[in-house]
């Protein structure tokens, strides 16, 4: 089955303990990408990838890393996570070699950081 | 830099009546254009697309939208609304071209009153 999987579903953790979350598609898929959907804001872009040790910063990159080693997994990694970080994450990916296409969403990983 | 408006937070619309949930965006460059639809508790899921040709493009479930290139709109339209279409919904724009940055709207809470 085609999917995106995302590790932890659920994460509480504190003030800067670093964490990371892991995201792999089974799609031989190109573009990756991680979002943080907030009340309000609707879902707003972190970092994307464009292929194996390819990737740019999106729209709110601050206190967060990202690594594409391998073309199927794209971790995010907080390395000092503070409350404001408290979201629901989600990781896509898309195939496309003019801009992703369409996006495969995971099913999400929601943090709380006290 | 790209920007995407979604000018209703909030829809209520009886069943069986139609509906309209409006989308705006605003880019120098030619453009994709996605509605993803996020049912209660779940992930994101493609709904419908336009990357090129034909500017009314359909989905399966009988939604509809529009490319209107000269009002940087892409509307999202039903004749008749079921229950089931209640969820959130959010349009979504990125360049062709290229991998580039997806931009969400905030998203449109469609409720659906029996």
């Known amino acids: 089955e085609a999917q995106v999987t995302q590790n932890p579903r659920y994460l509480i953790t504190v003030t800067g303990k670093k964490l990371t979350v892991t995201c792999s598609q089974n799609?031989?898929?190109?573009?990756m990408s991680w979002y943080r959907q907030d009340p309000g804001l609707g879902l707003r872009q972190i970092y994307y990838?464009?292929?194996?040790?390819v990737t740019d910063k999106g729209d709110v990159p601050e206190g967060y890393k990202v690594s594409r080693k391998e073309k199927r997994n794209f971790p995010l990694i907080l390395e000092s996570p503070s409350p404001n970080q408290t979201s629901l994450y989600f990781c896509?990916?898309?195939w496309g070699s003019g801009g992703p296409r369409e996006q495969f969403f995971g099913p999400g990983t929601r943090l709380t950081v006290l | 830099a790209q920007s995407v408006t979604q000018l209703d937070s909030q829809v209520p619309v009886f069943e069986e009546a139609p509906v309209e949930l409006r989308c705006n965006y605003s880019?120098?460059?030619?453009?994709?254009l996605f509605w993803y639809v996020q049912y209660p508790n779940q992930g994101l899921q493609l709904l419908l697309k336009?990357?090129?040709?034909?500017?009314l493009v359909e989905s399966i479930n009988g939604f509809e939208a529009e490319f209107n290139k000269s009002q940087t709109s892409f509307h999202l339209r039903k004749p008749s609304v079921h229950i089931s279409d209640t969820a959130e919904y959010f349009c979504?724009?990125?360049?062709?071209?290229?991998?580039?940055?997806?931009?969400f709207g905030i998203g449109t809470k469609l409720q659906v009153i029996p």
């Open positions: 990838s464009m292929n194996v040790e």
């Open positions: 799609m031989n898929h190109e573009y």
């Open positions: 979504a724009v990125s360049k062709s071209g290229g991998y580039q940055k997806v931009t």
């Open positions: 896509a990916s898309s």
């Open positions: 880019s120098s460059v030619s453009v994709y």
């Open positions: 336009y990357l090129s040709g034909s500017t």
